[in-house]
């Protein structure tokens, strides 16, 4: 048990400046000050009941809701993801793994990919702020730009020129100079089209299997008995004696490399 609370602490101090970075770096107009405007005045306040919240406060709160579809489609989360589910297609199995293990097997591994970034922005953003050298202003900007250049390494260039054509932005000197609003979407337009390359990939073996199986089933007149009842065992040990898991998350740990 220590030695899980150990390691259940050091995923949360690596992931939550993450988190932190993302939701920040998402909203695409910096946020004033929760006491103030721009302008020094007082910021307008909403009235709960005889209790007032400031408006960036709610805000902020809405935004709560939009963290994690930002943080897994800003992460590997989304790739690995996809490859998961066409590999438990290809195998012919249903429900097996369920949903729950498949998500949790990506966290995790998203948290395995994700953590030299935790640890950049900890140490470029949220230690300077803590320590009252740098404002939250400049600590959300420090810390966009691990996950912007995360995002840049793996991003097509066809993707990022379609989004700057929509966005009708001029086409910056380097790739840093770029928006997130052009980075974030091209980024999980790429991922997408990685995902299902693999999991294209990842059917042709099993779909030989199954190609052979219906043939030679069709062929000895077994009509009554579905091919699939008798591919499914043979992928699934197929799948046992290549040590297929060992090799599908060490090529998808590779292909992030």
Same mark, same amino acid.
């Given at each position: 048990?220590?030695?899980?609370?150990?390691?259940?602490?050091?995923?949360?101090?690596?992931?939550?400046?993450?988190?932190?970075?993302?939701?920040?770096?998402?909203?695409?107009?910096?946020?004033?000050?929760?006491?103030?405007?721009?302008?020094?005045?007082?910021?307008?306040?909403?009235?709960?009941?005889?209790?007032?919240?400031?408006?960036?406060?709610?805000?902020?709160?809405?935004?709560?809701?939009?963290?994690?579809?930002?943080?897994?489609?800003?992460?590997?989360?989304?790739?690995?993801?996809?490859?998961?589910?066409?590999?438990?297609?290809?195998?012919?199995?249903?429900?097996?793994?369920?949903?729950?293990?498949?998500?949790?097997?990506? !966290?995790?591994?998203?948290?395995?990919?994700?953590?030299?970034?935790?640890?950049?922005?900890?140490?470029?953003?949220?230690?300077?702020?803590?320590?009252?050298?740098?404002?939250?202003?400049?600590?959300?900007?420090?810390?966009?730009?691990?996950?912007?250049?995360?995002?840049?390494? %793996?991003?097509?260039?066809?993707?990022?020129? !379609?989004?700057?054509?929509?966005?009708?932005?001029?086409?910056?000197?380097?790739?840093?100079?770029?928006?997130?609003?052009?980075?974030?979407?091209? %980024?999980?337009?790429?991922?997408?089209?990685?995902?299902?390359?693999?999991?294209?990939?990842?059917?042709?073996?099993?779909?030989?299997?199954?190609?052979?199986?219906?043939?030679?089933?069709?062929?000895?007149?077994?009509?009554?008995?579905?091919?699939?009842?008798?591919?499914?065992?043979?992928? !699934?040990?197929?799948?046992?004696?290549?040590?297929?898991?060992?090799?599908?998350?060490?090529?998808?740990?590779?292909?992030?490399?």
């Amino acid at each position: 048990m220590k030695h899980l609370s150990r390691a259940v602490g050091t995923a949360f101090k690596t992931t939550v400046p993450v988190v932190m970075a993302l939701a920040a770096s998402a909203t695409f107009a910096a946020p004033m000050p929760l006491a103030q405007s721009v302008s020094g005045t007082p910021a307008p306040l909403m009235n709960f009941g005889g209790a007032q919240a400031p408006w960036t406060i709610v805000i902020l709160l809405t935004l709560l809701t939009l963290i994690p579809a930002l943080l897994l489609s800003m992460t590997p989360f989304v790739r690995l993801l996809i490859v998961f589910h066409f590999l438990r297609q290809a195998l012919g199995t249903q429900t097996t793994p369920t949903n729950q293990t498949l998500i949790g097997l990506a !966290l995790v591994l998203t948290f395995f990919l994700m953590q030299p970034v935790g640890v950049a922005i900890q140490q470029q953003a949220i230690v300077p702020l803590e320590a009252g050298r740098i404002t939250p202003l400049a600590a959300v900007d420090i810390g966009s730009r691990p996950v912007k250049s995360f995002m840049l390494h %793996y991003v097509r260039q066809k993707d990022v020129a !379609l989004f700057l054509e929509l966005a009708k932005e001029p086409r910056p000197k380097k790739p840093e100079d770029l928006s997130m609003r052009v980075v974030m979407p091209a %980024y999980i337009l790429s991922e997408l089209k990685a995902g299902f390359q693999i999991g294209a990939v990842l059917f042709l073996p099993f779909l030989v299997i199954d190609m052979v199986v219906a043939s030679i089933t069709t062929s000895v007149g077994m009509m009554q008995l579905p091919p699939v009842v008798i591919s499914t065992p043979l992928k !699934l040990l197929l799948f046992v004696m290549v040590d297929g898991w060992n090799l599908l998350i060490g090529s998808l740990m590779r292909s992030f490399g």
